[in-house]
């Protein structure tokens, strides 16, 4: 393991290369650029907010934050995961020309969705701060360590996929049907009380999504630690990911350019 991730960290300049290329090629002669990654969080938020307060008389600083908070972490996610399902295919010319870590090509990915992250949760802090004040100063340096933890589930997740999309071809579209359905089972957009009210909580309490987005939404909005069982659900889930993750790639790196 040491001598492998040594070797990730040798070709260092090659993938920040690839991020590099595929960051300016997405937003090549854009007016707006990066804003593009920006208007449809946005934008649901918006329509959603407007319903919901008018719909159901809920508070606007209170849902504003948490739908806008929830879509950039399912933005995240789902890149993750459909476009870690093409990154093998990606990279097909240089794995077949250059012997690097296959582990390299779902970091790509993982890495360009991580920088869009960012970007969608300075807008959170920022909407935040405007609508709720500063009470969650104290709590954003916690944030950082779940950062990184969500970075080793976004590889995890795109590394599997990716493999699973060479020998299952159909991956992709199995994997946009079911990020639809897992959408709604994930308090994203419909607030966690709300959930409880309607008899519906145990679409978060035995969604692992659910302990993972409580671990990086709720310092940065309530300003409030989450409770330790999250912290626990979201580090096991990781770690399980991680493992099957590391595991699988390590059976199958020499033998998937024979099925591509």
């Known amino acids: 393991m040491t001598a492998y991730v040594t070797s990730i960290w040798r070709c260092r300049h090659f993938w920040f290369s690839l991020v590099k290329m595929d960051l300016r090629t997405r937003y090549r002669r854009s007016m707006l650029g990066i804003g593009w990654s920006l208007l449809n969080p946005i934008a649901m938020t918006t329509v959603l907010c407007t319903v919901y307060c008018n719909l159901f008389g809920m ?17 995240f996610v789902s890149a993750s995961a459909l476009q870690g399902a093409q990154s093998l295919y990606q990279g097909e ?18 890495l360009g969705a991580g920088f869009h992250l960012l970007i969608a ?57 079911g990020l639809q359905i897992l959408f709604y089972a994930t308090p994203i ?6 959930l409880r009210q309607r008899g519906l909580g145990w679409m978060a309490d035995y969604n692992p999504l659910a302990a993972l987005l409580e671990t990086v939404r709720r310092p940065l909005i309530s300003g409030e630690a989450p409770p330790i069982s999250s912290y ?11 493992s099957v993750a590391t595991f699988t790639l390590h059976r ?4 998937v350019i024979f099925h591509m």
């Not at 296959?102 to 990915?109: H, K, Q």
């Not at 944030?143 to 493999?163: I, Q």
């Not at 199958?252 to 033998?255: E, F, N, P, V, W």
């Open 121 to 177: 949760l300075s807008v959170v802090i920022a909407l935040t701060w405007a609508l709720r004040g500063f009470d969650n100063l104290a709590m954003l340096p916690t944030v950082v360590p779940v950062l990184l933890l969500l970075l080793v589930f976004g590889w995890s997740l795109a590394t599997l996929t990716g493999l699973a999309n060479v020998y299952f071809p159909d991956t992709f579209h199995i994997l946009e049907v």
């Open 252 to 255: 199958l790196q020499r033998r």
């Open 93 to 110: 010319a240089y794995i077949r020309q250059y012997p690097a870590p296959m582990a390299i090509y779902p970091l790509r990915v993982v």
């Open 189 to 194: 957009i419909i607030p966690e009380d709300l």
């Open 59 to 75: 508070n606007l600083k209170e849902l504003g934050p948490q739908i806008l908070g929830g879509l950039a972490f399912w933005g």
């Open 232 to 242: 626990l659900v979201a580090c096991i889930t990781v770690l399980l990911m991680f």
